[in-house]
């Protein structure tokens, strides 16, 4: 997220997540995004874009091709990031814990051997 993860407005990120999806979402699939598009993107969504811009390009490549992208997955893995870096602001979790939390969940996504970990 941002430089220091105390300063970043988990709300504004979930929110700018949310309705940078949903517009990709309502334009056509067959659509191919210009250079203005992005740039208006890039605009539009700037909080987004300045202190998450893997989280933006994740969003604009996979959002734009919605029958490759596991919405519910995302979700899922976005709140617990989310929820992550909120628990780091109130110091109910150092920064160690909630990278190694984050880090167990996507290796159960992504790595066969942790796939059938609970």
């Known amino acids: 997220m941002s430089g220091n993860i105390n300063d970043t407005n988990i709300e504004r990120v979930r929110k700018d997540v949310e309705n940078m999806k949903s517009e990709l979402r309502d334009m056509k699939s067959e659509y191919t995004l210009t250079n203005s598009d992005i740039s208006e993107l890039e605009y539009k ?3 987004l ?3 998450s811009k893997t989280l933006f390009n994740f969003i604009l490549k996979k959002g734009s091709n919605p029958h490759e992208f596991d919405d519910e997955y995302f979700n899922r893995t ?3 990031m989310l929820n992550q870096i909120h628990s780091i602001q109130q110091s ?3 920064q160690y814990d909630a990278s190694a939390n984050v880090s167990y969940h996507l290796a159960k996504k992504y790595i066969p051997q942790y796939k059938n970990h609970k």
Request: proline share 0%.
């Open 45 to 47: 969504y700037r909080y």
């Open 49 to 51: 874009y300045k202190t």
């Open 78 to 80: 976005i709140d617990f």
């Open 92 to 94: 109910t979790t150092s």
